[in-house]
């Protein structure tokens, strides 16, 4: 973390942290030593949910979403973390666009994903199609 403190000292050019916060240990350890600029982060890599947001009522810095090519579910489970956060800058969930049309998607492509638009019935669909 001390090398993240001295790149930040050394320019004003916002340096976000990314793919080098994969776990919420990580994001604990550089927030807890001084780290106030930008941080995206990707809920479904980062540990346990519930742990995510406790975190996030410490941290009150710059704070961006992310996806990393979830099914439906963990979509639907990013959204809906994001959609708590009080201050998120931005979701980037332009992952969908990859895969192809399986009919497991619950979101449509493109800039309008919205959280909520998965049932726990869908959820459950999804996941009894995955088992098969």
Same mark, same amino acid.
């Given at each position: 973390?001390? $090398?993240?403190? $001295?790149?930040?000292? *050394?320019?004003? @050019?916002?340096?976000?942290? #990314?793919? /080098? ?7 604990? *350890?550089?927030?807890?030593?001084? %780290? ?5 982060? !990707? ?6 949910? #519930?742990?995510?947001?406790? %975190? ?5 810095? !710059?704070?961006?979403? /992310?996806? *990393? ?7 639907? @489970?990013?959204? +809906? ?11 980037? $969930?332009? @992952?969908? $666009?990859?895969?192809? #049309? #399986? ?13 909520? +638009? *998965? ?7 999804? %996941? ?5």
């Amino acid at each position: 973390s001390k $090398a993240y403190q $001295a790149l930040q000292n *050394v320019t004003t @050019t916002p340096h976000p942290l #990314d793919e /080098s916060t994969t776990h919420l240990l990580v994001l604990s *350890v550089i927030t807890a030593g001084g %780290w106030n600029s930008y941080i995206v982060c !990707k809920p479904l890599v980062h540990g346990p949910l #519930d742990t995510i947001q406790q %975190w996030r009522q410490i941290f009150r810095g !710059k704070l961006s979403f /992310s996806s *990393v090519f979830e099914t439906a579910i963990g979509m639907e @489970t990013l959204l +809906q973390i994001a959609s708590q956060d009080a201050n998120p800058l931005a979701i980037g $969930a332009g @992952t969908l $666009a990859y895969f192809e #049309d #399986d009919g497991l998607s619950r979101h449509p492509i493109g800039s309008a994903l919205t959280p909520g +638009q *998965v049932s726990l019935e869908d959820m459950e669909s999804v %996941w009894c199609q995955l088992q098969k």
